[in-house]
Structures are given as C-alpha cells and as structure tokens.
T-cell receptor, first 115, second 117 residues
Framework: AQKITQTQPGMFVQEKEAVTLDCTYD???????LFWYKQPSSGEMIFLIY??????QNATEGRYSLNFQKARKSANLVISASQLGDSAMYFC????????????FGAGTILRVKS | SQTIHQWPATLVQPVGSPLSLECTVE??????LYWYRQAAGRGLQLLFY??????ISSEVPQNLSASRPQDRQFILSSKKLLLSDSGFYLC????????????????FGPGTRLTVT
C-alpha cells in the first residue's frame, strides 16, 4: 500500500486566492513526521513546512499552513493569498521513526496560479 | 547554514558507459546523506542513504552503487548505464541534531539531470 497519497495530479488557483493541496498517509508508527516540499521548474526541492505526529497545533509558516487531521490520516497544505511564484510541483512526505527516519514521498501535485 | 553542491548539473551519457555523480556538503559534520532519483513528472525515489563514512544502505536493487569516502562527500556510481537510469538525481542531507532542523527534514542539492542515450 502507498504510504503517501496525493490524489490531485494538477490544480489551478486564481492569484490571491487560497488553495488546499491534499495528502493522506498510511502508518502504524505512533511517532512520525509530515513534510511538504515545493519543486519549481528549476528542479530544486524547497522545504516548506513540518508537522510532528505529537504536535497539538497545526503548523504554520508564513502563507503556508498544514491542516493536520490525525484521525483521518491527512496532512493537507493550505497556501493563502496565492502568488504567481507559487506555481510549482508540491510533494508531501512522511518520516517514520520505525523505518530509520527516512522520507517517503508522494507522487506530487502540480499547482498553476492564474493571473 | 548547510550548503549542498552537486556536479555535474547536466550529463548526457551513452548506454553502457560508466557514471560518477558527486555530492559534497558544507557547514555541517556527520550528516545523514541521501541519493534520490526523480523520473520525469514523477515523485522522488530513495536510492541510497548513509549515516557515516563507509556506511551505505541501498533501498532499491539496481545497477547503481554509492560510496561515502569522506564525511561530507557522497558519490553515486554505475559501471554500465541503462536507458532506465535517465532522470534527475538529487542529493540531500538531514538528520537529528543538525542546527535548524525541527523534525528530520532533509535539505536538497541543486540536482544532476542525467540523460542516457
């Protein structure tokens, strides 16, 4: 079974609007972490935000927030006030302590911001 | 802060030729190092990781190998390239104890785009 599922291959959003990118995960490890990365067309992988499984509050970093619903095993990324520079591929990833803290990545979602 | 260098940036190699991709890091010591491959339009696949000099763990059986001859150097090699080895190769560092890391996040180098013809 896939560890990380990103069901949206592509998304469009109007500039200045908010957008939610979906991510669901599968693990039996009680200690895990969830990450979002951005990959622009240049190919670099940019770390955006992190949520630990024991964190009580949803993580936020500037315009990025992570909507963490532990019971549903979902970790959606919310980008507020979208900008043209947000157009990129976005990857959700999970770290499991049980598996040596390696990261497992989802297939990604391409986000296009329209002006 | 940590810096990751990868070279070459792009590479075109014929099938059957050898390969050597290098990754070096600055600004940290004893990091965990990782090699990923990304096929066109796809997610990242972990190939190898290393927790120290000479310590290599392989994630996917293939004709690639990795070595870590120095603390801050990680090399990806192949004796004979296959067409299926084409892709974008990313080196990453991470691990608990690195300054600025909250949860084992990994930081990536600029990548090497390999085309096998």
């Amino acid at each position: 079974a896939q560890k990380i599922t990103q069901t949206q291959p592509g998304m469009f959003v109007q500039e200045k609007e908010a957008v939610t990118l979906d991510c669901t995960y599968d693990t039996s490890d009680p200690s895990y972490g969830l990450f979002w990365y951005k990959q622009p067309s240049s190919g670099e992988m940019i770390f955006l935000i992190y949520q630990g499984s024991y964190d009580q509050q949803n993580a936020t970093e500037g315009r990025y927030s992570l909507n963490f619903q532990k019971a549903r095993k979902s970790a959606n990324l919310v980008i507020s006030a979208s900008q043209l520079g947000d157009s990129a591929m976005y990857f959700c990833a999970m770290r499991e302590e049980e598996y040596g803290n390696k990261l497992v990545f989802g297939a990604g979602t391409i986000l296009r911001v329209k002006s | 802060s940590q810096t990751i260098h990868q070279w070459p940036a792009t590479l075109v190699q014929p099938v059957g030729s050898p390969l050597s991709l290098e990754c070096t890091v600055e600004g940290t010591s004893n990091p965990n190092l990782y090699w990923y491959r990304q096929a066109a339009g796809r997610g990242l696949q972990l190939l190898f990781y290393s927790v120290g000099i000479g310590q290599i763990s392989s994630e996917v059986p293939q004709n690639l190998s990795a070595s870590r001859p120095q603390d801050r150097q990680f090399i990806l090699s192949s004796k004979k390239l296959l067409l299926s080895d084409s892709g974008f190769y990313l080196c990453a560092l991470g691990g608990w104890g690195l300054k600025g890391l909250a949860g084992y996040e990994q930081y990536f180098g600029p990548g090497t785009r390999l085309t096998v013809t």
